[in-house]
């Protein structure tokens, strides 16, 4: 089988997301591209996460109908921030020697990878499949890659002004440039428009992601009053956010 670890945060999954792996999977042939929400991301700050509990479940929703997506909980419950190269590590145990991994990225999270922990580890544990973005070259990929792995200086030289596409091989991994895909979506931007209505949150996320959005009353701001039902072994009953302010109707 041929498969992706798909990691980011999904707060929530939008198109682009569903678009980038949908390329991956065609091109790449994949049998299965797992979504790997992060319970703990250590690369996202301060910013408040949405529950882990209602990204998986948008997640579920947007991948229903695809049979090669599957939300996954490997980072779920760790209690520890979720490097990349333990949850590779974690599902590579899972499979079998003749499975081929793939990680699948967007060039933006890719130019961050030297900060990653153990980023040349990392790099040797799989082909990375990284998909582009207008605007990026080969040379900035190439330069993003942390000491060690990185080519000589001519060969990064020759690849500066090239377009972001085709395969680079290095010494212990191979990384292969998905051409632009052109879904100019953020989940940044989809939780500043929270206030818009299902038809108008549906250009960026599924139509049934839209719906949980409302229904759920995720990313709506301060007029906020959050309303956590708990059972009394301490579990949460509910996630559910009652706003006291207006919240705009679907
Ligand atoms: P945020 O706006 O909160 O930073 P995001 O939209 O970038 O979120 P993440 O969950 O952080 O979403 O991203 C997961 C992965 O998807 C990353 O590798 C990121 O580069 C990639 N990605 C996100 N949006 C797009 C897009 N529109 N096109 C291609 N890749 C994308």
Redesign the pocket.
């Known amino acids: 089988m041929k498969l992706a670890l798909f990691g980011?945060?999904?707060?929530p999954v939008?198109r682009?997301?569903l678009?980038?792996a949908r390329a991956a999977a065609d091109k790449f042939d994949l049998d299965v591209v797992y979504f790997v929400p992060a319970d703990l991301p250590p690369h996202k700050g301060n910013r408040h996460l949405t529950e882990f509990q209602h990204r998986f479940a948008m997640l579920a929703l947007a991948t229903a109908g695809e049979e090669r997506f599957v939300p996954s909980l490997l980072e779920a419950d760790s209690g520890q921030p979720n490097y990349s190269i333990r949850t590779v590590r974690r599902l590579k145990s899972a499979l079998n020697k003749s499975d081929t991994l793939y990680f699948l990225?967007?060039i933006?999270?890719f130019m961050e990878i030297s900060t990653w922990k153990q980023p040349v580890q990392l790099l040797a544990e799989c082909d990375f499949i990284v998909?582009s973005?207008p605007g990026y070259a080969l040379g900035d990929l190439v330069e993003a890659l942390p000491e060690g792995v990185r080519p000589s200086g001519t060969m990064r030289q020759a690849l500066q002004k090239q377009q972001a596409s085709g395969t680079i091989a290095l010494p212990t991994t191979r990384i292969h440039v998905l051409p632009d895909?052109k879904?100019?979506?953020?989940?940044?931007q989809i939780r500043a428009a929270s206030g818009k209505s299902v038809r108008q949150l549906s250009r960026y996320v599924p139509a049934s992601v839209a719906g949980y959005i409302k229904k759920e009353h995720l990313y709506i701001s301060t007029a906020t009053q959050r309303e956590k039902t708990t059972v009394k072994d301490g579990k949460v009953l509910s996630f559910r956010q009652r706003s006291s302010g207006s919240v705009a109707s679907s």
Do not use: C, K, L, Y
């Not at 980011?8 to 707060?11: C, K, S, V």
């Not at 879904?183 to 940044?188: C, D, F, P």
């Open positions: 980011g945060t999904f707060d939008h682009g997301h678009a980038i990225i967007g933006d999270a998909a973005r895909v879904e100019a979506v953020s989940s940044t």
